[in-house]
């Protein structure tokens, strides 16, 4: 019997989430990692049939409501289509909040800011050019001046600062701040080119004035498109000020980082908010230790071994926060060049130990794999 189903790109995050809030996932993603399987019933779709696959794995998944991962955000006819309870947006809700200039029109009507967006070319200044159904940075690029469709690009104005994560839970339009993690995006050391996501190290420390500017950032979003739920809002941290990048309306991959370190119920909330039920309260102690994740990319292409430091997590117990690997591949299959071959974890007291210790683990699992 299971309690909740999990499809996406990727559940593997998401069915620990649910293991930590006391449920049982069913999941349905393009992996079937090794790890995964040792924690839940999984069905592996196959790349040519995603994500229309996800909707066929359904036929033999238990009654239990849906939660959707990446990036079927960018897929709200198929979202439509899921004839179980929903534990996310709707699909008018993720047209609504997809569109850049909607959101970024409705967050500067309340003076937030938000980088410029342009739909043709542009002569002057640094702009981004960004793919209207991208996920995890896939197919973002600097402009250089070149010709694009505006129906299936955009340019964002270029910010500097320190991209970042924040995760709310949207609630009676309203949202709740959980928390902030940096976000690691285009490492080398992790061999993630361009802009793909490689990862989160958090929650990071807010005064006062940083958490009111995040948190009117989530209010706004949360009111202008009914967002319920937990929902990601991806940003640069100028300043001190965040400039919202991207809205993810649904569970992302940063809420695990929150979950080993401030011990939230986050699915949990989520399950209340569309169950309609009172939330849990709860009040987050200060943190012990900064948590961080980081994914590594295949250097070149590899048949994953059998033998490594990521076994011991395969074989771990009970306790979700102690594995140090996740997304582990089967043994023997292949990772083509510039794939994801697993995520490491670590934990430390400051942020900037926390991705030293990373950095130092993931170059010994390269040395491992690659030589």
């Given at each position: 019997?299971?309690?909740?189903?999990?499809?996406?790109?990727?559940?593997?995050?998401?069915?620990?989430?649910?293991?930590?809030?006391g449920l049982?996932?069913?999941?349905?993603?393009?992996?079937?990692?090794?790890?995964?399987?040792?924690?839940?019933?999984?069905?592996k779709?196959?790349?040519?049939?995603?994500?229309k696959?996800?909707?066929?794995?359904?036929?033999?998944a238990?009654?239990?409501?849906?939660?959707?991962?990446?990036?079927?955000?960018?897929?709200?006819?198929?979202?439509?289509?899921?004839?179980?309870?929903?534990?996310?947006?709707?699909?008018?809700?993720?047209?609504?909040?997809?569109?850049?200039?909607?959101?970024?029109?409705?967050l500067?009507?309340?003076?937030?800011?938000?980088?410029?967006?342009?739909?043709?070319?542009?002569?002057?200044?640094?702009?981004?050019?960004?793919?209207?159904?991208?996920?995890?940075?896939?197919?973002?690029?600097?402009?250089?001046?070149?010709?694009?469709?505006?129906?299936?690009?955009?340019?964002?104005e270029?910010?500097a600062?320190?991209?970042?994560?924040?995760?709310?839970?949207?609630?009676?339009?309203?949202?709740?701040?959980?928390?902030?993690?940096?976000?690691?995006?285009?490492?080398?050391?992790?061999?993630?080119?361009?802009?793909?996501?490689?990862?989160?190290?958090?929650?990071?420390?807010?005064?006062?004035?940083?958490?009111s500017?995040?948190?009117?950032?989530?209010?706004?979003?949360?009111n202008?498109?009914?967002?319920?739920g937990?929902?990601?809002?991806?940003?640069?941290?100028?300043?001190?000020?965040?400039?919202?990048?991207?809205?993810?309306?649904?569970?992302?991959?940063?809420?695990?980082?929150?979950?080993?370190?401030?011990?939230?119920?986050?699915?949990?909330?989520?399950?209340?908010?569309?169950?309609?039920?009172?939330?849990?309260?709860?009040?987050?102690?200060?943190?012990?230790?900064?948590?961080?994740?980081?994914?590594?990319?295949?250097?070149?292409?590899?048949?994953?071994?059998?033998d490594?430091?990521?076994?011991?997590?395969?074989?771990?117990?009970?306790?979700?926060?102690?594995?140090?690997?996740a997304?582990?591949?089967?043994?023997?299959?292949?990772?083509?060049?510039?794939?994801?071959?697993?995520?490491?974890?670590?934990?430390?007291a400051?942020?900037?130990?926390?991705?030293?210790?990373?950095?130092?683990?993931?170059?010994?699992?390269?040395?491992?794999?690659?030589?």
């Open positions: 019997m299971s309690d909740i189903i999990i499809i996406g790109a990727s559940t593997r995050a998401a069915a620990m989430s649910a293991l930590r809030a049982t996932p069913w999941c349905a993603d393009l992996f079937a990692d090794a790890d995964l399987q040792r924690l839940a019933t999984v069905r779709v196959p790349l040519e049939a995603y994500p696959g996800l909707l066929d794995a359904l036929a033999d238990p009654q239990a409501p849906v939660l959707y991962t990446g990036a079927l955000e960018n897929r709200p006819d198929l979202v439509g289509r899921i004839d179980r309870p929903l534990w996310g947006n709707g699909p008018e809700v993720l047209r609504a909040v997809r569109s850049p200039l909607r959101w970024a029109q409705s500067r009507a309340c003076g937030l800011p938000c980088p410029a967006l342009a739909h043709q070319p542009m002569a002057t200044g640094r702009w981004l050019l960004k793919p209207r159904k991208s996920a995890g940075g896939l197919g973002i690029r600097f402009y250089d001046g070149q010709p694009f469709n505006p129906r299936t690009h955009f340019l964002q270029w910010i600062g320190l991209p970042c994560s924040g995760i709310f839970l949207g609630n009676h339009d309203q949202a709740m701040l959980l928390g902030v993690t940096a976000q690691l995006v285009g490492i080398p050391w992790l061999h993630a080119a361009g802009f793909l996501y490689a990862g989160n190290i958090g929650p990071l420390p807010l005064d006062s004035a940083a958490e500017c995040w948190s009117a950032l989530g209010n706004e979003l949360a202008a498109f009914h967002l319920r937990l929902f990601g809002v991806d940003a640069i941290l100028r300043d001190g000020v965040p400039w919202p990048i991207e809205i993810n309306p649904r569970y992302t991959a940063s809420v695990e980082v929150l979950e080993r370190s401030l011990q939230l119920p986050s699915l949990l909330w989520h399950r209340d908010v569309f169950e309609q039920r009172p939330l849990l309260a709860f009040r987050p102690l200060p943190p012990p230790t900064i948590q961080g994740k980081a994914v590594l990319y295949a250097r070149y292409t590899i048949a994953f071994p059998g490594g430091p990521w076994k011991a997590s395969l074989e771990a117990g009970a306790d979700l926060d102690a594995v140090e690997y997304d582990i591949p089967h043994v023997g299959e292949t990772i083509e060049q510039g794939q994801p071959v697993l995520t490491l974890f670590a934990s430390a400051t942020a900037e130990t926390c991705q030293a210790k990373l950095r130092e683990n993931a170059e010994a699992l390269d040395r491992r794999l690659w030589g």
